[in-house]
Structure formats: C-alpha cells, structure tokens
C-alpha cells in the first residue's frame, strides 16, 4: 500500500514557475513508477510526465516538454514536477500517482495508487 499527498500548488502568472512535490509513504517508494496527470474542469485526467523507479528514464506529454522537469529522490521517498514558462493553459488539478508494474507508464489505467491531487491556477 502507497499513500501519496501532493503539495507545491497555487495561483502564478503566465511565464512563472512551480515546484510540485509528491510524498510517499511505504517502503517499497523505490520500486514503483511515478507520474504526474493533471484534470482541467471539464477535460478528463491526462497524462503530463513520469518516471521510472531509477529515475533514469523519465517521459513527457510534447506540450510541457522543454517546461516541466520530474524527478525523484528515493532516500526522501518524494517525487517533484518543476514547471516552468507556465501558461493558462496548464491550468488543472495535478495528481500524483504510482505505478507497480513499470510498464505503460504513460496510461492512467496502469497506475494503482493515486494521491488527492493540488490546484495549479496560471493567470494569463
């Protein structure tokens, strides 16, 4: 069992920068791979960046590609999303997800666990 709590939303201008983190609780942190989604009002969840439980291989949606940064640290047993240049557009709910199986990292439906989520609004 993971138990995940985002943290690190808020309102920000176009063009500014936040650091998302996500902590997780159990042992096994280390094992699992990570994600980030996001839901705009209205939209359905969508993937946004992951990475593999080495943090070696990490995966992006082409929009945020270039903006947005996800890494791990297993000792801390945290995973982060640095956004930067956001845009109105990034506008959602992001959640936190874990990943047992390793694979289809870039599915939602692939993903066991999943934290409450936290607010990123960017003012245009």
């Known amino acids: 069992q993971v138990q995940l709590v985002e943290s690190g939303g808020g309102l920000v201008q176009a063009g500014g920068s936040l650091r998302l983190s996500c902590a997780a609780s159990g042992r096994t942190f280390s094992s699992y791979a990570m994600g980030w989604f996001r839901q705009a009002p209205g939209k359905e969840r969508e993937f946004v960046a992951a990475?593999?439980?080495?943090?070696?291989?990490?995966y992006y949606r082409d929009s945020v590609k270039g903006r947005f940064t996800i890494s791990r640290d297993n000792a801390e047993n945290t995973v982060y999303l640095q956004m930067n240049s956001l845009k109105p557009e990034d506008t959602a709910v992001y959640y936190c997800?874990?990943?047992?199986?390793?694979?289809?990292?870039?599915?939602?439906?692939?993903?066991?666990?999943w934290g409450q989520g936290t607010q990123v609004t960017v003012s245009s």
């Open positions: 990475i593999i439980w080495s943090g070696g291989r990490t």
């Open positions: 997800a874990a990943n047992s199986g390793g694979s289809g990292v870039t599915t939602l439906g692939t993903y066991d666990y």
